[in-house]
């Protein structure tokens, strides 16, 4: 496995590697949920492609107040990730390498965005979008694999990649959980002992809402479990349609039941599918 970090020496080394090219971006502090993106990349690019990981923490995404600076960084462990689960190419630039200091064009989607984590974090999907878009002109592959616990991430950049003609095939991999249902994230290293006891109550609380006969109940359920969590705070809960992410009033199509909850320092989300219903 190689490791670049300037843009210049990763377009080389994808130059001289296999096809297809797959990408797996990421911020690092990797876990079992990137380890099954990183293998699943590895398996659509078979023996001889070129699986590329990024390992990036994306000022450009984190509003002001957020926490940008105190993501955990644990490169040497990610590094082990990478290699363990089928990377050939790490790419972890600097901030510098990425971002000019006047740069000052951005890639902006403006329909889906509007809605769930765009409404609460105001230009963190112009940050994602503009980076993704970065990252494939880079590395210029063939596919990218993205996680679906981040279903918004997911949606905004099939859009993307539709409406400015990105040659490049999106793959989205089921959200990998813990035992008890908690959705495997980065973020969960900030969960005090406590709030990881109440943490798998948000998966458990989407799960028994989408089971509820019409969209009415199931989104009264889920708000009512999540605010009877201890310690929680819900940022919000959803009922919306899978694709465009406007509010689903009915189950004719397929819907996404979505929530964004505070526990302590941790913002947690995660969502259920629910299949259209007759
Ligand atoms: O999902 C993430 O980790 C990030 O939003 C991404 C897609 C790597 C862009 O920085």
Known sequence: MRVARTIAATRGLVRRGGQPVVLVPTMGALHEGH??????ARRLAGPQGTVVVSVFVNPTQFGPKEDFSRYPRPI????KVCRENGADLVFRPEPTEMYAVDASARVDETSLSAHLCGASRPGHFGGVGTVVAKLFLIVQPQIAVFGEKDWQQLAIIRRLVRDLNFPVRIVGHPTVREADGLARSSRNAYLTPEERAVAPGIYAALTRAAAEPTAGRILRSAGR??????????????????????PATRLRRRTTLAAAVFLGRARLIDNVQIPPRA
């Not at 380890?35 to 699943?40: S, Y």
């Open 225 to 246: 479990a999540l605010a009877a969590l201890p310690g929680a705070r819900v940022d919000y809960v959803r009922l919306v349609d899978a694709e465009t992410l406007e």
């Open 76 to 79: 040497r462990a990610d590094l």
């Open 35 to 40: 380890a099954a993106l990183i293998r699943r």
